[in-house]
């Protein structure tokens, strides 16, 4: 059982470039977030979803887009990476939001040059 | 405003003793608590939750308690071993919403 699977694990960009971050989920759950870890600031949610086809901001929602087009899939995009975006990138899924656990990738460790 | 706080960046415990980890909040409408253990290069992992009917919950050597009246929770690990040492976050929900996560303390347990 994979869990929750995140691509790629490492990736350098230049200041401008774009790319997207893929996490993968195979436990059907109906959930799925994204959040950015830096030093001393913890888990910040970036986007999620509640299900197949819907999206929502999370806390720090400026400069990524989001996609959920098939319920175990959830893509995070960066149009223009800015050096500020420098940061460990973590995809979680929960079977729903209402209290419950949520599960955790391995995390993408994203530097912007 | 950070609504989920924990104030400690960082504990040392010796092997065998207790570590106390503590996390305070402002949201009252927070009614479920998780704590999530973090090693290096790793994604977290929950370890154990509470939801705000209870004050109490125990699982092997970990126990969380929570004191709604003073938004503060706890959680204890007893007794402390090497493997323990990682980083502890806590975070919070009110309901039907994502999790809110504190910044994180790093245990060292020191053998």
């Known amino acids: 059982n994979a869990g929750v699977t995140q691509t790629p694990k490492f990736r350098v960009l230049k200041t401008g470039q774009s790319m997207t971050l893929l996490c993968a989920q195979d436990?059907?759950?109906?959930?799925m977030y994204w959040y950015r870890q830096d030093p001393g600031m913890g888990l910040r949610l970036i986007h999620y979803?509640?299900?197949?086809?819907?999206?929502a901001k999370g806390e720090v929602p400026d400069g990524y887009n989001v996609s959920r087009l098939k319920k175990q899939n959830f893509l995070l995009g960066l149009e223009s990476a800015a050096p500020s975006q420098t940061s460990v990138y973590f995809c979680?899924?929960?079977?729903?939001?209402?209290?419950?656990?949520?599960?955790f990738g391995q995390g993408t460790r994203l530097t912007v040059v | 405003d950070q609504q989920v706080k924990q104030n400690s960046p960082s504990l040392s415990v010796q092997e065998g003793r207790i570590s106390i980890l503590n996390c305070d909040y402002t949201?009252?409408?927070?009614?479920?608590f998780l704590w999530y253990k973090k090693y290096p290069a790793e994604g977290p992992t929950f370890l154990i939750s509470?939801?705000?009917?209870?004050d109490k919950n125990e699982d092997g050597r970990f126990t969380v308690f929570l004191n709604k009246s003073a938004k503060h929770l706890s959680l204890h690990i007893v007794p402390s071993q090497p493997g323990d040492s990682a980083v502890y976050f806590c975070?919070?929900?009110?309901?039907?919403?994502?999790?809110?996560f504190g910044k994180g303390t790093r245990l060292s347990v020191i053998a």
């Open positions: 979680a899924s929960s079977l729903a939001g209402v209290a419950t656990e949520a599960f």
């Open positions: 436990m059907n759950h109906e959930y």
């Open positions: 979803s509640v299900g197949e086809g819907t999206t």
């Open positions: 949201n009252s409408m927070f009614d479920y």
């Open positions: 509470i939801s705000s009917i209870k």
């Open positions: 975070a919070a929900s009110p309901g039907n919403t994502p999790l809110v």
